[in-house]
């Protein structure tokens, strides 16, 4: 029985101290994206500066429950702020598009018609399937190194600096923020997406999932 003790003991100790890594590593990482990228985002459409293209990172329109998904809603009026107010000339909406029912840029594509933006100042990219993907991709198949990426405040940041690491010039329009009280899970999950972020980047060197031919930004 003592034995069992000691042991029970010693692994609650060896979990404990982990879980105190686990949290570390994850407060390091979110730091230090916000360090690194914090003066590169705007709120202000009068003080951003003008650029050629503008990233629209994607998400779904809707939720579960059938109401408008505020992340998605918010990210389009941003973008077409930006437009509007000739801040940029054209924008690559980036987003998932893993089977034919689930379409993230088109459904971007669609919104933004329907906002008066014209169509010819659309381009897609149905490989979005991350944030990590939608950066590389804009570089590599889009040719474009020095952009505007239009999402939430903590995405931008994030997508910055996945972008440093690419050697790509981007600065971030911040969307509007959804309230917490409203969405609780994807500012805690942000601890984790960035944690991932330094792994993919630094360790893992994670590569897109696809890339593919070039296409010409008109």
Same mark, same amino acid.
């Given at each position: 029985? %003592?034995?069992?003790?000691?042991?029970?003991? %010693?692994?609650?100790?060896?979990?404990?101290?982990?879980?105190?890594?686990?949290?570390?590593?994850?407060?390091?990482?979110?730091?230090?994206? +916000?360090?690194?990228?914090?003066?590169?985002?705007?709120?202000?459409?009068?003080?951003? @500066?003008? $650029?050629?293209?503008?990233?629209?990172?994607?998400?779904?329109?809707?939720?579960?429950? !059938?109401?408008?998904?505020?992340?998605? *809603?918010?990210?389009?009026?941003?973008?077409? %702020?930006?437009?509007?107010? $000739?801040?940029?000339?054209?924008?690559?909406?980036?987003? =998932?598009?893993?089977?034919?029912?689930?379409?993230?840029?088109?459904?971007? *594509?669609?919104?933004?018609?329907?906002?008066?933006? @014209?169509?010819?100042?659309?381009?897609?990219?149905?490989? !979005?399937?991350?944030?990590? =993907?939608?950066?590389?991709?804009?570089?590599?198949?889009?040719?474009?190194?020095?952009?505007?990426?239009?999402?939430?405040?903590?995405?931008?940041?994030?997508?910055?600096?996945?972008? =440093?690491?690419?050697?790509? *010039?981007?600065?971030?329009?911040?969307?509007?923020?959804? @309230?917490?009280?409203? =969405?609780?899970?994807?500012?805690?999950? +942000?601890?984790?997406?960035?944690?991932?972020?330094?792994?993919?980047?630094?360790?893992?060197?994670?590569?897109? $999932?696809?890339? !593919?031919? $070039?296409?010409?930004? @008109?």
């Amino acid at each position: 029985m %003592k034995s069992f003790l000691r042991f029970l003991k %010693k692994s609650l100790l060896t979990l404990f101290i982990l879980s105190l890594l686990l949290t570390f590593t994850l407060i390091a990482c979110y730091l230090w994206v +916000e360090i690194q990228t914090k003066e590169r985002v705007y709120s202000n459409i009068n003080k951003i @500066p003008a $650029k050629k293209v503008a990233l629209l990172l994607g998400t779904a329109k809707y939720l579960r429950n !059938g109401r408008i998904n505020r992340y998605f *809603k918010y990210r389009i009026d941003a973008v077409v %702020k930006l437009y509007n107010t $000739k801040k940029i000339k054209h924008i690559i909406a980036s987003g =998932d598009n893993r089977t034919k029912y689930y379409n993230e840029p088109i459904i971007m *594509k669609k919104s933004l018609i329907e906002r008066g933006i @014209p169509r010819n100042a659309i381009t897609l990219d149905y490989a !979005g399937f991350r944030t990590l =993907d939608s950066i590389v991709r804009c570089q590599k198949v889009f040719s474009q190194d020095d952009i505007i990426v239009v999402s939430q405040p903590f995405h931008n940041k994030r997508a910055i600096f996945i972008s =440093d690491y690419y050697g790509i *010039k981007t600065i971030g329009f911040n969307a509007r923020k959804v @309230p917490f009280a409203l =969405d609780m899970k994807t500012p805690i999950r +942000e601890y984790f997406a960035r944690f991932k972020a330094v792994l993919d980047l630094y360790i893992l060197k994670t590569a897109p $999932k696809f890339l !593919g031919e $070039k296409v010409k930004i @008109p």
